[in-house]
């Protein structure tokens, strides 16, 4: 079958799997990350996040106030990714891949930089900034789903088995985020680095 200079017959064997390397890169640093939210709670609580509206000081944050509230974030975030993969399906048929990996890149550097902006007490967007990187991560997620396509002849099932394995693994992210944190890394500049993370993807667009 004759395909275009740009499709994959026109690739060498070696890029294809450069684009795989990468794509797994991507997929696990900014995908399902929200799913790693518990470890990155015990970040927030040390950072007293939430603490104030436990109505004795001395519990220490542990109430069911903030258990809530956090439970809440999580929550939000963990709907909004599956409606995320459902809305972007319908974009990405009908604009392609390139369109929804830059929408999804733009919703995970706002969603970014709004959570490193956020505090508890003056300004509480944690729920908006965990649904944009939720959302964010789903379409940046689906846009991978092309690469499958350049080995539809030899290894295309297992590249769409790493795709969806990466994106099991990306909660790793967050546990990361959390032995950060606990070394002395502020979760604004662990947050920040995601945004900057999130923009250099979009540039490889």
């Known amino acids: ?53 436990c109505e004795d000081p001395s519990d220490k944050g542990e109430c069911d106030a903030v258990e809530l509230q956090l439970g809440l974030i999580y929550s939000a975030g963990a709907i909004s990714l599956p409606a995320g993969i459902t809305i972007f399906g319908f974009v990405m048929d009908r604009y392609g891949s390139v369109v929804v990996r830059l929408i999804g890149c733009f919703l995970l550097v706002v ?35 092309v690469i499958a396509e350049h080995f539809r002849h030899d290894h295309f099932g297992l590249v769409h088995a790493l795709i969806n394995s990466f994106f099991d693994a990306s909660t790793l ?23 900057c993370l999130c923009f250099v993807f979009a540039l490889l667009s």
């Open 1 to 53: 079958a004759r395909e275009g200079k740009g499709g994959s017959a026109g690739m060498s064997h070696w890029y294809k799997w450069l684009l795989v390397t990468l794509m797994s890169f991507e997929i696990l640093t900014a995908t399902g990350i929200t799913f790693g939210w518990s470890a990155l709670s015990l970040a927030l609580r040390r950072d007293r996040v939430y603490f104030e509206l």
């Open 173 to 195: 992210l967050f546990t990361i985020f959390e032995i950060l944190h606990r070394a002395g890394v502020s979760i604004q500049a662990l947050f920040a680095f995601l945004a």
């Open 111 to 145: 969603g970014s930089v709004l959570f490193a902006l956020c505090n508890s007490v003056t300004f509480d967007a944690y729920v908006a900034a965990v649904v944009l990187i939720s959302a964010g991560g789903s379409a940046f997620f689906m846009s991978h789903f």
